[in-house]
């Protein structure tokens, strides 16, 4: 999405008769797809939903007399409400819908509502009503929220002359359709090698066991991650991970070739028409970074911090190669994760597949859920009979003492076509009283058979626990009077801290001593692996970082020059080479399947800038047990529950008492030379 009214979730929800007339019924509030709609049905909902925006705005026209907040925020708040729906189903339908056609046409409708979300960013009879409405009596959410509203107002271009707001209107609309274009092109995507049995020696039996020779003794190895990170970290044969790591990196080529190209083309005569020199300054100015520059040199004090703990890390990598190859001169990117796994066995005896046993996805699923009601404060309710789009997503309420919060999905498991990594999606806005928040968990996490628990990398837990943050931000966060400042609508450069955050509670034997059992013995984790997970895990941090940083540079610097200019394969190179101990692979276009440049633009910043905060978050909580003391409640009451209905500087120092410091991370980085 490109307009910057909160019109933009990250994705769904269908329930139109969610009305004033339901506030006494949110206990009944019927689950997603309850009706199990025909595309059809999909269709005419969407065209609803934007019916009923339109009708509210046309009585924030209609006001005949003083603006109050009744009579124009309201009906504005209602339009944003509906749109947003809209706009969360038919993202969400184009990622996980297991029919391409209902894909397809679910991305149509996608573009659909986001070019009525344009056209209404570009309406000065909204604004003009928006502006006039007198906030001095008005509650301090209510203030922040017209505020915030009136700046993405003049961000669309809302005060330019007509023929300016119509050729506005008209990049939008165009790129709203590249933007669902690059991602459908990665998602549908899904590549893959073919072997035979000696080519996976070194990967767990488990593994061995779902990836059986065909009739012709051939295997398929896909780039989907519950087969790639396996490889990757455990395949012994070099030419097995170069192979099935070149096809990840180039998903979405050529395809996205003339995508990306026409987006960035886009991006840049919508910034310059706004008033700015770039996408990359124009995309900061609502957020808390401000402006491109602060991100620029956000990017390089980052690379300043890592480099010297990078360069450690690639020399005990490079000379863990050199065991095998004593010539060896680099450690390049489609071996950084053996050889990684090869340092922490012989540096820090550690071997990542001996905590696996340790996290069958059932029990890391019920885990989660229990370690976050307790840390959250609330309870986890199965919700029985609910049948979705595909027989493995479930349907969870949330409670507080018996009050309904919300509604949580998990679409866990990966199947064709569907979204390939793992994200949180909006369902439905709280709006206190009138409508429960919704949301879902989509990922891609190893599946459980017969014989088969569906054992989990340490990695992909703590994928689950980001995710799940993000979820239950959006959860706690939407009990406001207002759909537009509910959930996760803060200032989107804050929106990782809290999933950031959560991640950090698997550093705690505490936490884990709760779920963490082997999935034969039952036997719980014992207390001096996790100390040598822990310590093992803080390998690579530095690498990480410079890692992150790169796709952060990368999706900057492809937004900050003459868009006519750009070879993004060369930025690529560039900035990986500048900001990385590793050079690009050969023949890869890392950029094609690098989706955050669809939705992020030139923000992926946003993860490192919320890195920062959460760990500076994370010294507030017991490090006995982060689930203690008054901690829990507290974040979740000064942090979460107010959604955006504040700055997220104000969220940040209300539960700090200062503004984010960098202290935490250097000392987080610096953790695996200060272990004994």
């Given at each position: ?142 203030r922040h929220y017209v505020e915030r ?71 398929a190895i896909t780039t989907a991650y ?121 540096t820090f005896d550690f071997d990542s ?324």
């Amino acid at each position: 999405m490109t307009q910057r009214l909160h019109f933009a979730g990250l994705a769904f929800g269908l329930s139109l008769a969610l009305t004033a007339a339901h506030a006494a019924t949110l206990s009944v509030q019927p689950p997603l797809w309850a009706d199990h709609p025909s595309v059809e049905r999909f269709e005419r909902g969407v065209d609803e939903h934007i019916a009923r925006a339109q009708q509210r705005l046309e009585q924030l026209r209609r006001v005949d007399g003083a603006r109050t907040v009744e009579n124009t925020v309201a009906p504005y708040d209602e339009a944003v409400r509906h749109l947003n729906t809209a706009v969360y189903l038919a993202n969400l339908l184009q990622q996980v819908h297991p029919d391409a056609r209902f894909r397809d046409r679910a991305t149509s409708a996608f573009v659909k509502v986001s070019s009525v979300q344009t056209a209404i960013s570009l309406d000065p009879s909204i604004y003009r009503g928006l502006a006039a409405v007198p906030l001095g009596r008005a509650d301090q959410a209510t203030r922040h929220y017209v505020e915030r509203q009136l700046l993405e107002f003049r961000l669309a271009g809302v005060d330019k002359d007509p023929a300016t707001r119509e050729r506005l209107k008209s990049l939008n609309d165009e790129l709203s359709q590249q933007v669902a274009d690059f991602d459908r092109n990665i998602s549908d995507d899904v590549r893959h090698v073919e072997v035979v049995a000696t080519d996976l020696a070194g990967l767990p039996p488990d593994f061995l066991a779902r990836h059986p020779p065909g009739p012709d003794g051939k295997i398929a190895i896909t780039t989907a991650y519950p087969d790639l990170i396996p490889v990757l970290s455990f395949a012994s044969a070099a030419s097995l991970r170069r192979e099935l790591f070149t096809q990840f990196l180039n998903r979405g080529y050529p395809k996205n070739g003339p995508v990306l190209a026409r987006m960035l083309a886009l991006r840049e005569q919508i910034a310059t028409l706004v008033g700015y020199h770039n996408w990359a300054d124009y995309y900061a100015a609502d957020k808390m970074a401000g402006s491109g520059a602060t991100v620029g040199a956000f990017i390089e004090a980052i690379a300043r911090t890592a480099r010297p703990g990078a360069a450690r890390e690639y020399e005990l990598l490079l000379t863990e190669k050199r065991h095998a190859d004593p010539a060896a001169e680099a450690v390049s990117p489609d071996e950084k994760r053996y050889y990684s796994e090869l340092v922490r066995r012989s540096t820090f005896d550690f071997d990542s597949q001996s905590v696996r046993p340790y996290f069958p996805y059932a029990q890391v699923k019920q885990g989660l859920l229990d370690v976050a009601a307790v840390f959250f404060g609330v309870q986890f309710e199965r919700e029985p009979g609910v049948t979705l789009w595909d027989p493995a997503v479930e349907a969870w309420r949330v409670l507080d003492h018996g009050r309904l919060l919300g509604r949580v999905y998990l679409d866990m498991h990966p199947r064709p076509g569907k979204f390939s990594h793992a994200e949180m999606v909006p369902v439905l806005d709280g709006v206190r009283g009138r409508q429960l928040p919704e949301g879902i968990l989509v990922c891609n996490f190893p599946q459980p058979a017969a014989g088969d628990p569906g054992l989990m990398a340490y990695d992909d837990v703590q994928t689950f626990f980001h995710e799940f943050g993000h979820l239950m931000h959006h959860v706690l966060g939407g009990a406001q009077r207002w759909a537009g400042i509910s959930g996760i609508t803060m200032e989107s450069d804050f929106v990782e801290a809290p999933s950031q955050m959560l991640e950090e509670l698997l550093r705690s034997p505490a936490v884990l001593a709760r779920f963490a059992r082997h999935y034969q013995t039952g036997a719980p984790i014992p207390a001096e692996l996790v100390a040598r997970m822990n310590r093992a895990a803080a390998f690579g941090r530095a690498g990480w970082l410079e890692g992150q940083n790169a796709y952060a540079a990368i999706s900057y610097d492809l937004h900050r020059v003459p868009a006519s200019a750009v070879d993004p394969d060369a930025v690529v190179a560039a900035d990986v080479a500048r900001l990385t101990m590793l050079r690009p692979l050969a023949d890869t276009h890392e950029w094609a399947g690098f989706g955050h440049l669809a939705g992020y633009s030139s923000a992926y910043y946003t993860y490192l800038w919320d890195k920062v905060i959460a760990l500076d978050f994370f010294q507030q909580f017991s490090a006995a047990d982060p689930l203690a003391g008054d901690a829990p409640a507290r974040y979740r009451r000064v942090v979460l529950e107010p959604g955006g209905s504040a700055s997220a500087a104000d969220l940040v120092r209300g539960f700090l008492g200062r503004p984010q410091s960098p202290e935490a991370l250097e000392r987080w980085i610096g953790a695996e030379f200060a272990s004994p």
